[in-house]
């Protein structure tokens, strides 16, 4: 009942290119515990996958995502999916009638889902990334490299977006195996025609560094802390 009890919170996070602009926005779930203090994913998320909340959350993302790009034609946001929503494909369906019923436009929306996820779910994710993309939303591969998974997988997936794990990138201005690890996903991102972002961009040699390397984007504390959305 913490779902009903208004503990939810919307925060977003921008992902911006080499010169700032901000490409899309990231919505990151939150929860207010009894007290009013902001508990973080790592926390709550465990215990929503504990009692199947997961596809419950997914629904109450999209539909505060969907109030806010109604109010904004110019926003673009990419939401999460959780393994359990890919799951239940009357959900699938779900979320393309809520789209359509929003009168947004498909493009401004997106999601994700991370590379361990859909490689346990392959079949099932590479329909989900298929459908939403038909409906003219876009997709991005979360987390990417953390799940030891070779590139074929990633030839199968269409998705427009890789995003390099933060722990690849967080000490990128230090530890030189991580630069040379960088350096191998991007370039075969790039190569199979996808978008490169990297997550946990913490500080300015960090970014100098994604730049040298030729990533696309970046997301992290040093381009912007995720915050709720100002309605205009
Ligand atoms: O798994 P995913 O990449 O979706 O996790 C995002 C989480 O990481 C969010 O809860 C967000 O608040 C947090 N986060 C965002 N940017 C940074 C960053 O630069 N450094 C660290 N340590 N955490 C970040
Ligand atoms: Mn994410």
Redesign the pocket.
């Known amino acids: 009942d913490n779902l009903e009890n208004n503990r939810f919170r919307l925060?977003f996070?921008p992902i911006r290119d080499a010169e700032g602009e901000i490409l899309h926005y990231?919505a990151?779930v939150?929860m207010m515990d009894e007290n009013g203090d902001l508990l973080?994913?790592?926390v709550f998320i465990p215990l929503a996958e504990k009692y199947n909340l997961m596809p419950e959350i997914d629904k109450l993302v999209l539909k505060n995502t969907l109030e806010i790009l109604k109010q904004d034609k110019n926003l673009k946001v990419f939401m999460?999916l959780s393994g359990e929503s890919l799951g239940r494909c009357e959900l699938m369906e779900w979320i393309g009638s809520s789209i359509i019923a929003s009168g947004i436009d498909p493009g401004q929306i997106g999601f994700?889902i991370?590379e361990t996820t859909a490689i346990r779910n392959l079949e099932t994710a590479k329909e989900w990334i298929i459908k939403l993309k038909e409906a003219g939303c876009g997709f991005a591969l979360?987390?990417f490299g953390v799940g030891f998974s070779s590139f074929s997988y990633l030839d199968t997936l269409s998705v427009d977006y890789l995003?390099i794990?933060?722990s690849f990138?967080?000490n990128l201005d230090s530890d030189t195996t991580k630069f040379t690890l960088v350096q191998a996903i991007n370039t075969a991102a790039h190569t199979l025609g996808k978008k490169t972002i990297a997550?946990?961009?913490?500080n300015e040699a960090v970014w100098r560094i994604l730049h040298e390397l030729k990533v696309d984007y970046g997301?992290?504390?040093?381009?912007g802390?995720?915050k709720p959305m100002e309605v205009q």
């Open positions: 925060h996070q990231e990151l939150r973080y994913p790592a999460n994700e991370t979360d987390d995003k794990d933060g990138i967080k997550e946990f961009v913490e997301q992290g504390y040093y381009l802390k995720p």
